[in-house]
């Protein structure tokens, strides 16, 4: 995962060591910290436990701040900056409800290892623990979703502090780190020094393996028959695309990228299966069900990919990287664990394989020959739906063709996430953001919001449902009062897309409250064409297919505003393949025929 040195020991005092020292606030050497730091944008909203920071904040133009109009939404585009570009997101609330209301997009942070610095305000410190007005223990509450959380009392520890967590959520494993600040620290004068002194006993992350490990893993892949490269968001997180790339290249191995790790090997290489998983392709699960050797990189064998874990590849030896020693083996103990960095353990391997097998690729062409079978026979593709309503396959794919790998696909959690991450072609890193582990419902639209902030040449799309839009559209406003021209899809099928087809086939098709009501034509509620106008949003409907490519080249031409098109898609469309919760993968289910055909067969 990424491991850019942390920048503190590199940046010079602002003044001259013969001057005088700098007296600043709190707030103040929040800013200048952050500044030091290399920030540029940040995304928030003030309260009276942190309104000393908000007026030191308009004193400056350094950073730009962006006032968004709920805390989540704060988070999650922190999430989307730090994920589309490999820099640190920040998100900044008050106390009580307003440090809460980041609980979720932090917890979402944390399953999905994006490195961020949530900066809260605190009550004043002889009032904690009164039950003051707006107080939470926002620490105790966020210690078991954050790599740390840190409360601070006294306007000289700001610097440090910060400091400190900056390189404690870029460093090692990333992750989301909590700086909570009293209202009188913030108010409190202090002597500002640069570089401060950062003191963290224990933590050492590891980023060079074990030699001797790396020789082991080397000696397995170049005696497998059917190996796979299984490829996680680490991968990514390490900017490690290229290596695996060569690695891959060296050795003729299947590829397999996770939900988190779409684009970290393009989709259009050949040794590329697609993705593996509950709705992963058929070549992808049955390549890891069949193989000999799994080499693990940056993944964590998550249920989601292994279904029934004691079922899972039972024939296969595992190679397991992970920078995250508490990953190894937590769920699939490894033949050879190595803890390290993806980007040096990958490099390291290439030379110990190149070693061992000279520049000849192993000999797999009976391993090919049942893959390339699978592909074949399996190919990923759709139904057209019976009720005349669009297939949202067909809506999400031409979005991917007509804009192209260069753009970045933020998408909700539901169907409409399978789908996108199923149908559009990825052929780089951090072009695919989505809420992988905690499966957060509305992280798209501010996701995709805080992409556009760090990639503002990119085009930015939200790829969202109906039920995902209706939890944080507000940052709409927010888009559109700071310029900031987002696209947004919204795949509306009327209902809670993901819950309705585990209905359908579990439950008998009782579809107990998964009706939304928004794609009716007697009664949309909302009517999401009227909500985008009212943000000041370029808002388009899309009933028939042949007017597809039209909306979306219309939207990919407006970039003075955000567009928001509702295409009306049919509640019967299904996410296939599946393995469904709590079975083998070997059980995977391949729908050829309208679903609800293949269900009665």
Known sequence: ?????????????????????????????????????????????????IIPFYDELMTQDKIRHILVRHEQGAGHAAEGYAAASNKVGVAIATSGPGATNLVTAIADAYMDSVPMLAITGQVF???????????????????????????????????????????????????????????????????????????????????????????????????????????????????ASAELAELAELTGVPVVTTLMA????????????????????????????????????????DDRVTGRAADFAPNAKVVHVDIDPAEISKIRVADVPIVGDAKEVISDLIIAFGDIAGDEKLDLTDWWTYLDGLKAEFPLGYTEPTDGLMAPQ??????????????????????HQMWAAQFIKYERPNAWLNSGGAGTMGYAVPAA?????????????????????????????????????IKVAIINNSSL??????????????????????????????????????????GIRVTKPEDVDAAITLALETNDRPVVIDFIVSADAMVWPMVAQGTSNSEIQYAKTHAPEWEEE
């Open 1 to 49: 995962m990424s491991t850019d040195a942390f920048p503190v020991p590199t940046k010079k005092p602002t003044t001259p060591p013969s001057a005088e020292p700098e007296i600043l606030t709190g707030s103040g050497a929040v800013l200048r910290t952050l500044e030091l730091l290399g920030i540029k944008d940040v995304f928030g909203l003030p309260g009276g436990a």
């Open 125 to 239: 410190s002889h009032l904690m623990g009164t039950d003051a007005f707006q107080e939470a223990d926002i620490v105790g509450i966020t210690m078991p979703i954050t790599k740390h959380s840190f409360l601070v009392k006294d306007a000289a520890d700001v610097p440090a502090t910060i400091a400190a967590a900056y390189q404690i959520a870029t460093t090692g494993r990333p992750g989301p780190v909590l700086v909570d600040i009293t209202k009188d620290a913030q108010q409190n004068s202090m002597e500002f020094s640069w570089p401060p002194k950062i003191d963290l006993p224990g933590y050492r992350p590891i980023m060079k393996a074990h030699g001797k490990q790396i020789q082991a893993a080397a000696q397995l892949l170049a005696e497998a028959k059917k190996p796979v490269f299984y490829v996680g968001g680490g991968v990514i997180r390490s900017k």
């Open 262 to 301: 779409r684009g970290a090997f393009p989709d259009s290489h050949h040794l590329n299966l697609g993705m593996p998983g509950m709705h992963g392709t058929v070549p992808a699960v049955l390549a890891l069900q069949e193989s000999d050797l799994i080499v693990s990189l940056g993944a964590r064998f």
């Open 394 to 415: 067909y809506v999400i794919k031409r979005i991917g063709e007509l804009t192209g790998p260069e753009g970045v696909y933020a998408a909700g959690v539901g169907q």
């Open 449 to 485: 919001m805080g992409a556009k902030v760090a990639e503002p040449d990119r085009v930015v799309w939200a790829i969202d449902g109906d039920g995902c839009f209706q939890m944080t559209n507000q940052e709409l406003a927010t888009c559109t009062i700071n310029k900031i021209p």
């Open 497 to 538: 897309g993901m819950v309705r087809q585990w209905q359908t086939l579990f439950y008998d098709g009782r579809h107990s409250f998964t009706d939304l009501n928004t794609g009716h034509e007697t009664q949309m509620v909302p009517d999401f064409v009227k909500m985008a106008d009212a943000y000041g949003a370029l």
